[in-house]
């Protein structure tokens, strides 16, 4: 048991000596009050307002320009792709799409106070959701279901920029 003890703060030591320094996603103070000075860009669409929301959540940032360090842009397009074919002969069709690819890319940059732009870069998603068999629900149910990839993405992104965040913050 004394030897495990030992082999610990061996192992933190050279942790320490060789600069690692864990990141915590900004749970500490310092890093907290740096995320929450960031304030995030209006975006258009649906799925855009998601993602604005989702970052605002994860930085606990201000929700006015007034008083933030930092403006956040975010710029969004989306790709849709049929991935999956189903033959469709009984119903008259030759083919039918069952599964769809969607993409989402986000460019971003961080703006400071004096315009200059301190970071960017471009993070992507790749959301999936099937289609329904036809009916009266599958159409809403297929929609759903595109909403939901697309909300997931979303917040898969925000993940991602907020940690891409933290390290740059971390860095400087």
């Known amino acids: 048991m004394a030897l495990r003890g030992l082999a610990t703060l061996v192992a933190l030591t050279l942790l320490s000596a060789c600069g690692f320094r864990p990141l915590y996603g900004g749970v500490n103070g310092q890093m907290r009050d740096t995320l929450a000075t960031i304030y995030v860009e209006p975006m258009p669409d649906k799925i855009g307002y998601e993602l604005r929301n989702k970052m605002i959540d994860l930085l606990d940032g201000p929700g006015t320009p007034g008083g933030a360090r930092y403006h956040l842009k975010l710029s969004l397009t989306t790709s849709t792709q049929g991935i999956a074919l189903q033959n469709a002969a009984a119903a008259g069709q030759s083919t039918v799409v069952?599964?769809?690819?969607?993409?989402?890319?986000?460019?971003y940059s961080l703006v400071d106070t004096a315009g200059k732009t301190v970071m960017s870069g471009t993070e992507t998603a790749l959301s999936a959701y099937n289609v329904l068999p036809s009916g009266p629900q599958a159409n809403y149910g297929t929609l759903t279901a595109q909403q939901d990839a697309e909300r997931r993405a979303a917040e898969d992104i925000a993940q991602r920029i907020l940690f891409d965040l933290n390290v740059h913050f971390t860095q400087r």
């Open 98 to 107: 069952t599964r769809y690819n969607d993409t989402l890319t986000v460019t």
